[in-house]
């Protein structure tokens, strides 16, 4: 590893998000723990996925992360400068180089534009450029996104999914961000677009110079393309490491749930190793000691009383009072008919 890949490019403490709950009259009762003391650093470089259930809060710390959602508390800090309490104009400048891809393409694309128009526009709002260069510019990163240049003269509703979501990162990099924010970047993708996406990222992080956070639910792709991963569950983050070292041996008991679930070619049936039960506690009542309890084949009577400090295991850190000393239960064997 190089030393500017060992350059630390973001770091997040403590951050907290509380979504208030209103009673009678408007008045508060309650909040929901959309996040709850989430703590990471991120690399030059690198590409750290984030794992976890749907409702985990993966895309509430993305969208905190870039500032449309507001913290509650805790402090994220971009190459070394806090971007909370800063004037808009200041924490607009620095996350200029922090930019957030959408799950949905189209999102960030408004269909009465054309493509280039579309493009144009950040180089309108943060660049003093003429238009000519602005449009020089279009076109080169369209075909830095593998698409022609005569796109930019389409409407969204004129190309593909897979089309759009090219357009979407060619708008992100006209600003030459430093960190990328994929939101479930190979959703609803055939298998063949997903590779080529897939392919289209790596092209990018090296041509030029990015870093990603990749948000996903599929961990073959994780597996895949990210260096580290950060298993998130009710707004915490229960588990970070190696890929390599997540994936072969997890040491919190719901890493190991997430990964008795991926189907293999010949292997046990999904629904006879998929040993957790039940439902994610409620974010806005979260039980004392661990949160993971009610569904953990682990628990003992600590985990009820204590919240678990994050444990280091090797290069690992687990959120379990016994990381390291747990294993997932043997799987069923399937009889021979």
């Not at 979504?19 to 909040?31: E, K, L, M, N, T």
């Not at 259930?53 to 070394?80: F, H, N, R, V, Y």
């Not at 953990?296 to 379990?320: K, N, Y």
Request: with cysteine; proline share 7%; charged share 25%.
């Amino acid at each position: 590893m190089t030393q500017r890949q060992t350059e630390q490019v973001l770091e997040v403490k403590d951050l907290t998000v509380r979504f208030p709950i209103r009673g009678v009259f408007g008045r508060q009762d309650g909040a929901i723990k959309a996040l709850d003391g989430v703590t990471f650093e991120l690399h030059h470089g690198e590409i750290l996925g984030l794992v976890g259930e749907s409702g985990c809060g993966k895309s509430t710390l993305g969208k905190t992360l870039m500032g449309i959602q507001k913290p509650t508390a805790g402090s994220i800090q971009l190459d070394g400068k806090e971007i909370a309490g800063r004037t808009p104009k200041e924490a607009r400048a620095l996350r200029r180089r922090l930019q957030y891809a959408y799950q949905d393409p189209g999102a960030s694309l408004d269909p009465r534009w054309k493509i280039g128009r579309s493009l144009e526009e950040p180089l309108i709002i943060h660049a003093n450029l003429p238009r000519e260069e602005r449009l020089q510019k279009v076109t080169e990163i369209l075909q830095a996104v593998g698409l022609p240049a005569g796109h930019a003269d389409l409407f969204p509703h004129e190309i593909s999914g897979g089309q759009q979501r090219r357009v979407g990162l060619a708008r992100i990099l006209m600003l030459n961000p430093e960190v990328v924010i994929l939101d479930e970047p190979t959703a609803g993708l055939d298998v063949s677009v997903q590779a080529t996406v897939l392919r289209l990222f790596a092209d990018l992080r090296e041509t030029f110079d990015l870093t990603y956070i990749f948000i996903s639910h599929d961990l073959s792709v994780v597996r895949l393309m990210c260096h580290r991963v950060a298993v998130m569950y009710l707004g915490r983050i229960v588990e970070i490491g190696p890929v390599d070292e997540i994936m072969n041996a997890p040491k919190h008991p719901y890493t190991q749930s997430l990964l008795a679930a991926i189907p293999k070619v010949n292997g046990i049936r999904v629904t006879e190793n998929f040993w957790l039960e039940g439902e994610p506690a409620d974010a806005a009542h979260l039980p004392k000691g661990c949160r993971f309890q009610g569904r953990c084949p682990h628990v003992q009577p600590l985990c009820r009383e204590q919240d678990p400090p994050d444990r280091t295991v090797g290069a690992q850190s687990a959120a379990c009072h016994f990381a390291g000393e747990i294993y997932p239960p043997v799987p069923k064997q399937r009889e021979n008919a």
